[in-house]
């Protein structure tokens, strides 16, 4: 079933190569997509569109459906070309004519649009809340090893002090920060643009404020036109916030695998958490962290990919929308995973203890040592070179490290912070956020 055929035969190339994943894509819709009906069914009684005992027998088989949706009974059957042609047959198919007036004021455009939209906000919301389990698991560890000292880095080559407190605190807040992009995102995703039909609105009295409140949505989307081309925008600002994330966790797999190294062995796992070698009998190989930073780099080109996707499109519908949501839905799926593995292991990471005790690291203090002749009364400019000066003829005598536990601004080894990004932690899980029913 097609909802645009009118008799005429179809080439079965032409559709299977235009159809692409749509049935397997949908099926993650379905939900959504009779959710949205029951919405538009009930708006369509409340206008008159639809005689009150219609609106109710068709909203009482559409909430039949869901539950077969619920309860995994909905399959997309291969004769049908989407979710939508599905769930209009099975309307017809049980209510005759009746469930022909399902479409009455709405184009299968705006259909997909709202569908995408819930799906959008609910699956965000759900990515959300995970980040924030991981933000909190890395503030955790913040906590707990603060006072670890770990060797700081810029090009690769040993820099600073810094610390366990600082590092896990580090990613902390970034998985904090991701989480206001996703807040965008969210936000993008909670405007309502059923009633759009195809892009030009509809000639029938529809109320679209109706179905705006009915769907719980935060907005709706004021003109046709812009709610026809918020299609695609809405999914590649979803890519950017999952993006986003996923950039910070590809860094952070990439810093354990780099500290899980012999030449470093800053952090260990336990076995289980590891993998050997068919050859190497030594072997415990940081498997688990180089797949998370492999995934959350393929991650990181959807954005990109989606907006290839319009670049050479005008406004108004383009059957090339489509295709985005073979990419978007899996991307949702995959840094859920993502998500949801890196919250099972990263509590077992365990540091080193006494990392600094090592003569490689003799050089780290060199900037405490500057700082402690600046305290003493030297310019700056003297005082670094005084130190280059030492380092260079070997006399230099790293400070002690009682020095480096001194008291020391926000953000530094001492004073990292930690208590508030708990409280930014506890705010954002306590900020309401909305959610498709």
């Not at 749509?22 to 029951?38: F, K, N, P, T, Y």
Request: hydrophobic share 40%; net charge negative; aromatic share 6%.
């Amino acid at each position: 079933m097609k909802l645009w055929e009118k008799g005429a035969s179809v080439d079965a190339l032409m559709e299977w190569f235009t159809v692409g994943m749509d049935r397997e894509m949908d099926q993650q819709l379905a939900r959504w997509d009779v959710v949205g009906s029951i919405a538009h069914v009930t708006m369509l009684g409340k206008v008159g569109l639809l005689r009150a005992d219609e609106a109710k027998i068709l909203t009482d088989t559409l909430t039949q459906i869901l539950r077969e949706i619920d309860d995994h009974q909905f399959v997309i059957d291969p004769s049908m070309e989407d979710v939508h042609s599905q769930i209009e047959y099975m309307l017809i198919q049980r209510l005759g004519e009746l469930g022909k007036k399902i479409h009455l004021g709405r184009s299968r455009n705006d259909q997909v649009a709202v569908d995408m939209k819930l799906y959008l906000r609910h699956e965000l919301s759900t990515i959300r809340s995970a980040a924030l389990d991981v933000a909190d698991v890395l503030l955790t560890l913040a906590e707990r090893h603060s006072a670890v000292l770990l060797p700081g880095y810029t090009h690769t080559q040993v820099a600073m002090p810094s610390s366990f407190g600082l590092w896990f605190g580090g990613y902390a807040e970034a998985v904090l920060e991701d989480v206001r992009v996703l807040d965008v995102a969210i936000d993008a995703a909670n405007a309502n643009p059923l009633g759009s039909a195809a892009g030009y609105g509809s000639s029938v009295p529809i109320d679209r404020q109706t179905t705006t409140e009915l769907l719980d949505f935060e907005r709706v989307h004021v003109t046709s036109t812009f709610a026809q081309m918020s299609r695609g925008r809405t999914e590649r600002i979803c890519a950017m916030a999952i993006g986003n994330l996923a950039a910070t966790l590809s860094r952070f797999a990439a810093d354990v695998v780099w500290y899980m190294s012999q030449n470093q062995g800053f952090v260990s796992l336990p076995d289980a958490f590891t993998t050997g070698s068919s050859i190497m009998p030594h072997k415990k190989n940081p498997d688990v962290f180089e797949v998370l930073r492999a995934r959350c780099n393929r991650l990181q080109a959807l954005p990109n990919e989606l907006s290839m996707m319009q670049a050479n499109a005008t406004s108004g519908y383009h059957r090339d929308l489509q295709f985005m949501k073979d990419r978007i839905i899996p991307a949702i799926t995959e840094m859920q995973h993502c998500l949801q593995v890196l919250h099972h292991v990263a509590p077992h990471l365990e540091p080193r203890q006494n990392i600094l005790e090592s003569d490689v690291y003799r050089y780290l203090f060199s900037v405490d040592r500057v700082n402690a002749l600046v305290m003493e009364g030297m310019a700056f400019r003297d005082a670094y070179r005084a130190v280059a000066a030492e380092i260079e003829q070997g006399s230099f005598t790293p400070p002690t490290k009682d020095s480096v536990g001194q008291p020391g601004h926000l953000g530094s080894i001492t004073n990292p912070g930690l208590d508030l990004l708990r409280e930014r932690l506890n705010a954002a899980r306590t900020t309401s956020q909305r959610s498709a029913r």
